[in-house]
DNA sequence: TCAGCCATGTAATGGGTTACATGATTGA
DNA sequence: TCAATCATGTAACCCATTACATGGCTGA
């Protein structure tokens, strides 16, 4: 089945969704890779979240590409540093990704579902302790995005981000529902008459 | 913010959830590399996608820590392959490694919501385009699991899997019915006002 | 007064991907 | 008859993560 490769017919350099993601980032403003990395936690992080150092050779990258600036400043009490500016080169760069119909597919790696998928070897109140753990981890998140969500509410600019905040609080609604018809099940499951159960559906 | 590593204060070589998910596939029977990667595909691969390369290192490293033994299989017609198959000791670590309450945190990276985030760099026309062709995706995906959700209904030993598969069932869901609701709002702005929209509350 | 965070990054290492090989079989 | 798929893997490379550094500030 081997994966299609998303780098193929265009540019050489072949940059990937990460490289734009900080580029588009830079639209913002000059900044330091410090500032990127504060940013990117705020806005994409929950669907994107380079590691830090990757933000610093990204930046570098697009400085050897032509699509940002840098220049170096001089701190005290501070350690220094360097700030970037995306150029129009960069710009244009971006719009044309932007543009671009080939998306690269999406990569969901989710570690407690592997868990659940070979649940029959561990002990059946250990895997609802986990649940348990993964809804209140699940309601957690719901509930910053929520209050995300009050606060990009009627401003204008944010109307994007705002869309894409809907599909987080969709998705993690629909997690939360799951997580809680999960528990329900196994909790039923763990009283009386565990060995005629089946996935009927009900 | 600096995430917080998962393969601290325990096992010196701290295998990564990756491993287990193949250590998993192999309690399934002896298999080889290429089986594994099949296996993946009809299993796991919504939700955790090793390439295939990765697979025949892993298998290889679990091996080498005991938790697997290998035998090499010679053939005329096909290439030479290497059956796997799991140990007492690699049972005994998978079942570890189930039952440890510290799961790695969920892996998201959805470049379609990167582009979204971003659109306000990209004509309308274009984003409508592509709103469409992820909910066309979408369904797609969700009548796959539909599928399989037929064809694991009441069968007692996919219990768990069954479980799993309804978390991308909601998860899907959830998204073509986002997706819907944006290509509602993006359409509805292209004709007419579009000066006045905002994110009101409905 | 001391742990922890702010602020700014670099170095070392590993995880994971795409590209490369090879020969038989099957469907259009 | 020719491209695609099955079947099996290796080699090369890059993306990404964790660990390391440093010094001032701030809250308990």
């Known amino acids: 089945m ?3 490769g998303f780098a193929r017919a265009s540019d050489p350099p072949g940059l990937a969704s990460t490289s734009f993601a900080i580029l588009g980032l830079l639209t913002f403003g000059e900044m330091s890779g410090y500032d990127v ?5 705020r806005t994409v ?3 994107f979240s380079p590691a830090k150092s990757q933000i610093y050779s990204e930046l570098r990258r697009l400085v050897g590409l032509g699509f940002a ?8 009490d501070r350690p220094n ?12 760069a971006l719009r044309q990704w932007l543009e671009s119909v080939d998306v690269e597919p999406p990569v969901y790696k989710i570690p407690f579902l592997l868990k659940l998928f070979f649940a029959a070897h561990m002990p059946h109140e250990t895997l609802i302790a986990q649940v348990k753990e993964e809804l209140r981890q ?3 998140v719901l509930e910053g995005f929520e209050e995300l969500e009050r606060e990009m509410q009627d401003k204008d600019e944010m109307f994007f981000p705002y869309l894409v905040l809907q599909a987080g609080l969709a998705h993690n609604r629909s997690q939360v529902d799951w997580a809680e018809k999960v528990l329900a099940e196994l909790e039923h499951r763990s009283h009386g008459h565990d060995s005629s159960a089946s996935n009927r559906k009900d």
């Open 2 to 4: 081997d994966k299609i």
């Open 37 to 41: 990395g504060k940013l990117v936690n």
């Open 138 to 140: 699940s309601r957690e």
């Open 69 to 76: 600036t840098e220049r170096k400043i001089q701190q005290e």
């Open 81 to 92: 540093k360097r700030l970037y500016r995306i150029t129009g080169e960069g710009e244009q």
């Open 45 to 47: 992080g929950h669907f």
